[in-house]
């Protein structure tokens, strides 16, 4: 069984996960967490709550926006790593945001370019850093950066 942590929720300063949504949560995984196969926590993503080593994936939804430091973040997500883990930090490109959505306030959360994400996961350690497009852009406008510890 691997270890996994799974930023669905944002996590940073700027927006908070609600207690409601943790509960909500942990509703829909009970057997998981009985299990023992889901530890539910609420924290900074820059400052998580596990040991360095902890987990073999790591996988970010709409998250890095929220970030208030992302490269600190993503050094955070490093630590967590055993070696050979990888992550996936999926977004929206700031381009397809800009033709599809209106511009969101800045004080609220950053837009990107894959490539940006590409240097931050370089520039926080992470190799084979590669930039997975959809099969069919028309469809699934998000793209995913990819890298391992």
């Not at 908070?16 to 909500?24: D, G, P, Q, T, Y």
């Not at 970030?67 to 990888?86: F, H, I, K, N």
């Not at 350690?125 to 793209?143: I, N, T």
């Amino acid at each position: 069984m691997s270890a996994a942590i799974d930023l669905l929720s944002t996590l940073g300063r700027r927006l908070r996960v609600s207690a409601e949504r943790l509960r909500h949560t942990a509703s829909r995984n009970v057997r998981a967490i009985v299990e023992g196969r889901v530890d539910l926590r609420e924290a900074d993503a820059a400052h998580l709550p596990y040991a360095s080593l902890s987990f073999d994936k790591v996988f970010s939804v709409h998250c890095i926006y929220f970030w208030s430091d992302p490269l600190a973040t993503l050094e955070e997500l490093r630590r967590v790593l055993a070696p050979g883990g990888r992550i996936a930090i999926t977004v929206l490109p700031k381009t397809r945001w800009l033709e599809t959505k209106t511009k969101p306030p800045e004080h609220l959360f950053t837009l990107y370019d894959a490539f940006e994400i590409v240097e931050l996961l370089e520039e926080a350690g992470f190799r084979d850093v590669q930039l997975e497009r959809a099969a069919r852009p028309e469809r699934l406008h998000c793209e995913c950066i990819t890298g391992v510890r």
